[in-house]
């Protein structure tokens, strides 16, 4: 079942996509708290508000126009690429992350789920997964734009920015 040409199994791909991108920003949030950056954890944990809220229209709107969301297994999503779009890398997560760092992370995510959506609508022969896809595109660009505002404000640290700090010591 293509997310291309099945509304319930589009509406799948939406709902992990939104799922992940809130436990991402709450992570990001809590990666904020830590280093004592309450506007930007503030924004993480808005930012993951808004992603549990179209995670629950997804559901809603599958329960009324799909019969339901579709079970669908891992190996059954067809993402483009090996991730989920919005999910950011993982292995980018550093525990001396800055808010520029955290930000340049979300924004990879938001530009991923954003090609996603854009895809979707322009390759679907569905006109109501298009519209779908064209609305939840139009979000994520809004998210896209956000951040960038955002990092405006933060630039990129120093290539060193992390040399002095205590690196933790490897026990062996
Ligand atoms: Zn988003």
Excluded: C
């Excluded at 992940?20 to 944990?45: C, I, Q, S």
């Excluded at 609508?121 to 955002?150: C, M, N, Y």
């Amino acid at each position: 079942m293509s997310p291309l040409t099945d509304l319930g199994s589009f509406l799948a791909h939406a709902v992990v996509l939104e799922d992940e991108a809130a436990t991402r920003y709450r992570e990001l949030a809590d990666a904020m708290a830590v280093h004592n950056n309450p506007d930007v954890e503030a924004l993480f944990r808005k930012m993951s508000e808004y992603s549990d809220m179209h995670r629950a229209d997804a559901i809603e709107h599958a329960e009324q126009h799909a019969g339901g969301l579709p079970d669908l297994k891992p190996w059954e999503f067809e993402w483009p690429g090996d991730e989920s779009p919005e999910s950011g890398r993982l292995e980018s997560t550093h525990y001396l992350m800055t808010p520029y760092h955290a930000l340049e992370l979300a924004l990879e995510a938001e530009e991923g789920a954003f090609a996603f959506y854009s895809s979707i609508a322009g390759q679907t022969g569905d006109p109501a997964i298009r519209e779908l896809a064209e609305e939840f595109s139009a979000e994520e660009k809004q998210h896209v734009e956000a951040l960038k505002k955002w990092i405006a404000q933060y630039p990129e640290p120093p290539e060193n920015w992390d040399d002095d700090l205590d690196p933790p010591v490897p026990v062996d």
